[in-house]
C-alpha cells in the first residue's frame, strides 16, 4: 500500500512539473508562440472574394497562386457572383456581412465610403499602388475628405468606356473619323450605325461632353454627402447639342435604341456595319467580322454647325476591401495581388481588360493591341467617370425619349428641347 502510494505522489509530482514547464515556455514572448502554431497548425484565414460571373475561374487561379506563394498561411477562399456595376448596392445592403474583398465601378466609390464599407489604404501598400498605376487611376480610387487625399481602392482595369467597331470591308478609316460621314455610308446600302443614345445616360453625355463649355460639379461635405449639384446642359449650348441630336435621331441609319444583344443580332445579320460599345463586346464581334473587324476613336459630330469630337465616360474598375472584414489586413494583401502587374497583364489575355499598372500598358502586347491602344488613347481627354451627382442618371435617361417617341423627330419644335433640358436640370440640381 505504502509503494502504491509513492508512486502515485511520484506522478502527481512529474505531472505538475509538466505544467509549469509548458505555463512558463507561453510567456515572456507570445508572438513567437503563435507563429509557430499558425505554421504548424495551419490556421485557417478565410476570405470572400466577389467577382463578376466570367471572372469566377480567373480569380480562382490568382487566389489559389497567392495561396502557394504564402506557404506559412492556410487560407480558404470563398467566391461570390457579383458584376462591378451593382456591386455596392448589394454590398450596402448589408456591409457588415459582406464580402471581404469586392470588385466595383469607379463611380460607386464615395457612397461606399459613407457606409464604412471601404477600408482605408495606407503604409507601404499605398506607396507601392501610386507607384506602379497611372495617376489618373489612383485619382479615379481617391477622395477628399476634410481637405485631405485619401485612397480607399486598389485600381485593376482603365477601359471602361465606349468606341467604334465598324467592318473595314465597308468603311474606310477616314470614314470612321466622322459620325455625319459614317451615317451617309450606311444609308446610302440600307445599313445602320448603333449608338445606344436612348434610354442610357452614359452614352448620351457623349454628346455634351463634346462641348466644353457643358459640364456639372458637385460639392460635397466632409461626410462625402452631396451639399450642391451645378449644371449647365439648360443653356444656349446645351440647346445646341439637343438640337444635333434631334436631327441624327431624324436619321434612319442610326440606331439608336439598342442594347448589347440588339447590336450583336444586327452586326451578325448584317444591319449593322458598325456600332459605338466597349471592350465587352470584342470577343462576339471578332467572332463574326473576323479579320474584317477594325476599331476606331470616337468621331465628330455636327454641333452648332461645327465638327466636334465626341467625347465620354472613363470610367475604372476597382478593387475595395470592406472595412467591416474580420481578415482586413490579410484582404489588403490580397487585393494588392490580385492588381498586381502579372494579374492586370492576366486580366488583360483572359478577358482583354486594359490594365492600370503602367509597366502592363507599355508591355508590348498591351500596345500592340488595336483594341486597348484606342482605349488607352481617348484616356488622355475623356472625363473620368468620377464626382457624378446621384441625380443624373435617371433624367439623363429619359432625356431623347421623346426622340424615339415621335414619328417624325424632326418637327419636335425647340421649345420642346429646351423643356426638356429645363426638366433635366431641375432634377439634378441641388
Given amino acids: 500500500m505504502k509503494k502504491t502510494r509513492t508512486i502515485i505522489l511520484i506522478l502527481l509530482a512529474l505531472t505538475a512539473l509538466v505544467v509549469c514547464s509548458c505555463s512558463k515556455s507561453g510567456q515572456g514572448s507570445t508572438a513567437p508562440a503563435q507563429t509557430a502554431q499558425t505554421q504548424t497548425t495551419g490556421e485557417k484565414i478565410t476570405l470572400t472574394v466577389w467577382g463578376s460571373q466570367e471572372d469566377q475561374?480567373?480569380?480562382?487561379?490568382?487566389?489559389?497562386?497567392?495561396?502557394?506563394?504564402?506557404?506559412?498561411?492556410?487560407?480558404?477562399?470563398?467566391?461570390?457572383?457579383?458584376?462591378?456595376?451593382?456591386?455596392?448596392?448589394?454590398?450596402?445592403?448589408?456591409?457588415?456581412?459582406?464580402?471581404?474583398?469586392?470588385?466595383?465601378?469607379?463611380?460607386?466609390?464615395?457612397?461606399?465610403?459613407?457606409?464604412g464599407a471601404l477600408a482605408r489604404i495606407g503604409g507601404s501598400i499605398l506607396e507601392n499602388i501610386i507607384q506602379v498605376n497611372s495617376a489618373e487611376s489612383i485619382d479615379a480610387a481617391t477622395?477628399?475628405?476634410?481637405?485631405?487625399?485619401?485612397?480607399?481602392?486598389?485600381?485593376?482595369?482603365?477601359?471602361?468606356?465606349?468606341f467604334v467597331y465598324y467592318d473595314k470591308s465597308f468603311f474606310s478609316a477616314d470614314d470612321v473619323k466622322?459620325?455625319?460621314?459614317?451615317?451617309?455610308?450606311?444609308?446610302?446600302?440600307?445599313?445602320?450605325?448603333?449608338?445606344?443614345?436612348?434610354?442610357?445616360?452614359?452614352?448620351?453625355?457623349?454628346?455634351?461632353?463634346?462641348?466644353?463649355?457643358?459640364?456639372?460639379?458637385?460639392?460635397?461635405?466632409?461626410?462625402?454627402?452631396?451639399?450642391?449639384?451645378?449644371?449647365?446642359?439648360?443653356?444656349?449650348?446645351?440647346?445646341?447639342?439637343?438640337?444635333?441630336?434631334?436631327?441624327?435621331?431624324?436619321?434612319?441609319?442610326?440606331?439608336?435604341?439598342?442594347d448589347d444583344s440588339k447590336i450583336i443580332a444586327g452586326i451578325r445579320?448584317?444591319?449593322?456595319?458598325?456600332?459605338?460599345?466597349?471592350?465587352?463586346?470584342k470577343g462576339q464581334i471578332q467572332e463574326i467580322w473576323g479579320d474584317n473587324m477594325a476599331v476606331a476613336a470616337m468621331p465628330t459630330a455636327t454641333i452648332g454647325g461645327q465638327a466636334v469630337k465626341l467625347n465620354g465616360y472613363f470610367g475604372y474598375k476597382l478593387?475595395?476591401?470592406?472595412?467591416?472584414?474580420?481578415?482586413?489586413?490579410?484582404?489588403?494583401?490580397?487585393?494588392?495581388?490580385?492588381?498586381?502587374?502579372?494579374?492586370q497583364i492576366k486580366r488583360f489575355e483572359v478577358r482583354g481588360?486594359?490594365?492600370?499598372?503602367?509597366?502592363?500598358?507599355?508591355?508590348?502586347?498591351?500596345?500592340?493591341?488595336?483594341?486597348?491602344?484606342?482605349?488607352?488613347?481617348?484616356?488622355?481627354y475623356f472625363r473620368t467617370q468620377k464626382g457624378v451627382p446621384n441625380s443624373y442618371w435617371t433624367p439623363m435617361a429619359s432625356l431623347t425619349m421623346q426622340f424615339v417617341?415621335?414619328?417624325?423627330?424632326?418637327?419636335?419644335?425647340?421649345?420642346?428641347?429646351?423643356?426638356?433640358?429645363?426638366?433635366?436640370?431641375a432634377q439634378v440640381r441641388r
Fill in 353 to 380: 481588360f486594359g490594365p492600370t499598372n503602367k509597366a502592363a500598358m507599355a508591355s508590348s502586347q498591351v500596345k500592340s493591341d488595336p483594341v486597348i491602344s484606342v482605349v488607352l488613347a481617348q484616356s488622355e
Fill in 405 to 425: 417617341d415621335s414619328d417624325d423627330p424632326a418637327s419636335i419644335p425647340d421649345a420642346d428641347l429646351q423643356a426638356l433640358l429645363d426638366s433635366l436640370c
Fill in 269 to 281: 445579320s448584317g444591319s449593322i456595319v458598325a456600332a459605338v460599345s466597349g471592350t465587352w463586346l
Fill in 319 to 343: 478593387i475595395g476591401v470592406n472595412g467591416y472584414s474580420a481578415n482586413r489586413a490579410e484582404a489588403l494583401k490580397l487585393a494588392q495581388w490580385l492588381t498586381n502587374e502579372a494579374n
Fill in 57 to 115: 475561374e480567373m480569380l480562382r487561379d490568382m487566389c489559389n497562386a497567392y495561396a502557394a506563394a504564402n506557404p506559412d498561411k492556410n487560407y480558404k477562399f470563398l467566391f461570390g457572383v457579383q458584376s462591378e456595376s451593382d456591386a455596392a448596392d448589394k454590398v450596402l445592403n448589408d456591409p457588415e456581412s459582406g464580402p471581404d474583398i469586392f470588385a466595383f465601378a469607379s463611380d460607386q466609390i464615395n457612397k461606399l465610403i459613407q457606409a
Fill in 143 to 162: 477622395v477628399s475628405i476634410g481637405g485631405e487625399e485619401q485612397v480607399y481602392a486598389f485600381p485593376m482595369t482603365g477601359d471602361n468606356t465606349y
Fill in 178 to 258: 466622322s459620325l455625319d460621314t459614317m451615317l451617309s455610308v450606311a444609308g446610302a446600302s440600307g445599313k445602320q450605325i448603333a449608338y445606344k443614345l436612348y434610354n442610357d445616360g452614359w452614352y448620351l453625355s457623349s454628346f455634351f461632353f463634346a462641348v466644353p463649355e457643358l459640364s456639372y460639379k458637385v460639392t460635397y461635405g466632409d461626410d462625402l454627402t452631396e451639399k450642391a449639384v451645378e449644371i449647365n446642359y439648360d443653356s444656349a449650348k446645351g440647346l445646341e447639342v439637343m438640337k444635333a441630336l434631334r436631327g441624327y435621331f431624324a436619321d434612319g441609319a442610326l440606331s439608336a435604341n439598342v
